[in-house]
Nanobody
Framework: QVQLVESGGGLVQPGGSLRLSCAAS????????MAWYRQAPGKQRELVAL???????NYADSVKGRFFISRDNAKNTVYLQMNSLKPEDTAVYYC????????????WGQGTQVTVSS
């Protein structure tokens, strides 16, 4: 059974930092690309950051220079370091694992709330 379990969300003041973690089980973690998505109320889910199985990084323009994604294959964990947080970063953040095997195979975590407010 595949599980992606996020942690690290919470309430933070503007300008603050948070680090999200996503622990994966039930998959060969090192072979999956890992990503963080977010969904704010009334908005579509959007890609925040992605790290491929080979370590290639990709970020949404809105978070470049502030958010940093990393992975530890020995711990089956992906991280999202979020700095200089803004109120518009408020959303539920979801961990995603995917790979291509003829079709795209996706797994999702349950989400963790991040609220940026004074």
């Amino acid at each position: 059974q595949v599980q992606l379990v996020e942690s690290g969300g919470g309430l933070v003041q503007p300008g603050g930092s948070l680090r999200l973690s996503c622990a994966a089980s039930g998959i060969m973690f090192s072979t999956y690309a890992m990503a963080w998505y977010r969904q704010a109320p009334g908005k579509q889910r959007e890609l925040v950051a992605l790290i491929s199985s080979g370590g290639t990084l990709n970020y949404a323009d809105s978070v470049k220079g502030r958010f940093f994604i990393s992975r530890d294959n020995a711990k089956n964990t992906v991280y999202l370091q979020m700095n200089s947080l803004k109120p518009e970063d408020t959303a539920v953040y979801y961990c995603n694992a995917y790979q291509w095997a003829g079709i795209r195979i996706d797994y999702w975590g349950q989400g963790t709330q991040v609220t940026v407010s004074s």
